[in-house]
């Protein structure tokens, strides 16, 4: 028996209707992207709806709550495709989301209470599957007799949860499991991989007629392409390398392409008027097992495995002919559950300005050839928008986001967990994954009754789909429903 998304919402009115009250509320984890900051550069890809690989049934907490664990799929605006693996149990993946490039301090990677945790994750992404592709060799190494695809998925999947949300993650499957404990056993710490493509820093000013920069270019790709903005350019404004030897051709563009470790320069005319230029970057480059992806009211992913894909990135230069010259940018900085705002002053007197959020203000002053930041405090799940005035050129800038820096502590699994009814209740260890058979308890610090309520009807719906499972089987007369849903593309199976 097969049920869409829309099927079950429509039983769940039914048992709403029926007096199953099921309490919730919303549990968000959304990307950590500022403008002007990290999430803005390397790969961007969208979780299309059904696009996921098989995995098979994991085991959370030795409860009857069971995860569906496997690969997920994600597609590049070039038409590539990313394998990657949750790292973020208890949020449920929204179809179409649209999923951003991160360096680990911008995710929940960087609040793991273990401070290994996220190199031992790297660890078995290069060491399992899909990276290691010869699942006999995989198998002698667990020790299991031998593994399929499927298996190998959930095994790795499970290995990466026990280090990402600290459960007990055991996969239905024998040998699996054993994978699972091989990898658990054996991991170490690896460092974070190195971003597909960044410009460095996001923003630099100065004066007219200055070398404004340098603007630093880390990649994976062997050659990037790099230009101006049309209207600074027919403005007169070039790319330099620093002994100002022009770098760019008429349209702005560079007339060789850069490497990693490259930097440039940004120029304007002697005496311009004060403006602003954008330098566009592209390049097609390897991104690396083990880079995190986040995007807005989505569960967080990490890489399984290398990809060669299109990764941008873009920088920000402004210029005054006098008078302070700020350069301003903002990036999400996880273990100080905080937004940074650095506010750089290149020209020859103080820049003054304000830094606002809502209740949050701070008055900076930054003298001249000095950095100052500001680090403004940030909720899990929280929208964020942050204003400064004046900005660049004395017009306000406002930085946008949503914070995402913890894995959730209430909710469903993977996008969904696997509820299965039995005869007699059975105990959970977990407050988020109330056994099936008895009613939703309230989690910690929850007063409305079961997990939260995701956005959707996923993830944290798993008490909601309990309770319908537990209804169905007393007005079914003893037929017992066994459901499998995973948020990203809304399937149930009995």
Sequence with gaps: MFMQRRGLSRIAAVMLASSVAVGGGFAMAGAAAAAGGDGGSGVTATLESGNVKPGGFVKINDSDWLADGGLMKLKTSDGSTLLTYCIDIKTEAQDNAVYQETGWASSSLATNSDKTAPGKINWILQNSYPKVSDLAVLAKEAGAGSLTEDQAAAATQAAIWHFSDHVKAVPKDEDAAKLTDYLESHAVSVDEPAPSLTLTPPAVSGKSGALLGPIGVSTTGTSVAASLDATSSAAGVVLTDKNGTVLSDKNGKLTAPAKNGDSFFV????????????????????????????????????????????????????????????????????????????????????????????????????????????????????????????????????????????????????????????????????????????PATPAAGNTTGGGSLASTGGGGATPLIAGIAGALVLVGAGAVYTMRRRGRHGRTAA
């Design 267 to 438: 120029k304007a005319p002697v005496g311009a008027n004060a403006g602003t230029a954008t330098i566009s970057a592209s390049t097609s480059a390897q991104v690396q097992a083990g880079r995190a992806f986040t995007s807005p009211g989505s569960q967080t992913l990490i890489l399984a495995g290398a990809q060669t894909v299109t990764a941008t990135a873009n920088a920000k230069a402004s210029w005054v002919p006098n008078g302070p010259a700020p350069a301003i940018s903002a990036a999400l900085v996880c273990q100080q559950n905080s937004v940074v705002v650095t506010i750089t002053n290149s020209g020859d007197q103080d820049f003054k300005t304000t830094v606002s959020e809502k209740s949050f203000t701070k008055p900076v002053t930054v003298k001249p050839g000095a950095t100052e930041t500001v680090a403004v405090p940030e909720a899990q799940g929280a929208q964020y928008s942050i204003t400064v005035t004046p900005g660049q050129n004395g017009k306000s800038q406002t930085f946008t986001g949503t914070v995402d820096c913890h894995v959730a502590t209430s909710g469903g699994g993977t996008g969904g967990t696997t509820p299965t009814p039995s005869a007699s209740p059975s105990p959970s260890s977990s407050p988020s994954h109330p056994a099936s058979s008895a």
